[in-house]
């Protein structure tokens, strides 16, 4: 939403699930970052996830004070959508935008986000970045720091494709309890590889930090569809047993 000062916050709104034959849905509760009055930069909700407690998440793209680059901003509330951290998690990284596009949840109540994040004076461009933190909003050391160029924080893995910009889409976790208590993810997105096959739908089991390093059990496949025609992926799914990952978007024909 828009409030008085022209800036965008997130507006989170909490409904009754039996709507009534007429009239709008019953509003249950309903939850602003930042606060009313708080408020003198940009702050975009894009994805919401809801866990087996009533808890609820959300993750965005938010400015910071004094800054007009954008960062991760991911925040949990109870079911009546009250704070639960103590304050948001923030991901930025080299001072440079840094925007989210999905959330998934582990059932021990670790949060998965990815997006796209530029990777400053790096030279990388955009990178698709995932960000793991633990039930305390905290970034997770169950993923570790990774010996490649920009490296240094846990609970981060950074994809580049060394030709061009690299941007998340949607990511997915298992569904089931995971017997390896590992935190398996797969996330998808549009990468560029280069002149010869433009744009490609790019897929990552556990994140890849630089272009060539895949975490434990990790992988990353790319799909073009034929020369240099642009595919762009748009969304990713996987099955109960986590053994097969589907994954579409458009490319020409």
């Known amino acids: 939403v828009t409030d008085s000062t022209g800036h965008t916050r997130f507006a989170t709104y909490k409904y009754k699930a039996d709507f009534p034959e007429a009239g709008p849905p019953l509003k ?38 004094l800054s007009n680059n954008y960062d991760y901003l991911t925040i949990k509330y109870n079911q009546n959508l009250v704070p639960m951290w103590s304050s948001p998690a923030w991901y930025d990284y080299a001072n440079a935008d ?19 994040s530029h990777g400053g004076d790096s030279g990388t461009g955009d990178d698709i970045t995932t960000v793991l ?21 846990a609970g981060v893995r950074r994809y580049d494709s060394a030709m061009g910009p690299d941007s998340g889409v949607e990511l997915v976790t298992p569904r089931l309890a995971n017997p390896e208590g ?44 034929a020369g240099a025609n ?10 109960d ?8 978007g458009r490319s020409p024909h």
Not at 241 to 248: D, I, Y
């Open 28 to 65: 249950q509760a309903e939850a602003f970052y930042p606060p009313p009055g708080f408020n003198d930069r940009e702050h975009r909700a894009v994805a919401i996830a809801v866990d087996v407690y009533g808890n609820v998440y959300v993750t965005g793209a938010a400015q910071r004070p």
């Open 98 to 116: 840094d925007k989210p596009s999905d959330i998934a949840l582990f059932l021990d109540g670790s949060v998965v986000v990815t997006g796209t």
């Open 133 to 153: 933190y633990d039930p305390n909003g905290n970034l997770s050391t169950a993923w570790p720091v990774l010996p490649e160029p920009g490296a240094g924080v």
């Open 182 to 225: 590992v935190y398996h993810v797969v996330v998808t997105g549009t990468s560029y590889g280069g002149a010869s096959t433009n744009f490609d739908y790019v897929t990552l089991r556990n994140g890849i930090f630089g272009s060539s390093l895949p975490a434990a059990g990790g992988w990353v496949s790319r799909f073009n569809s």
């Open 230 to 239: 642009a595919d762009h992926c748009a969304g990713i799914s996987v099955d």
């Open 241 to 248: 047993l986590f053994s097969a990952v589907m994954v579409t």
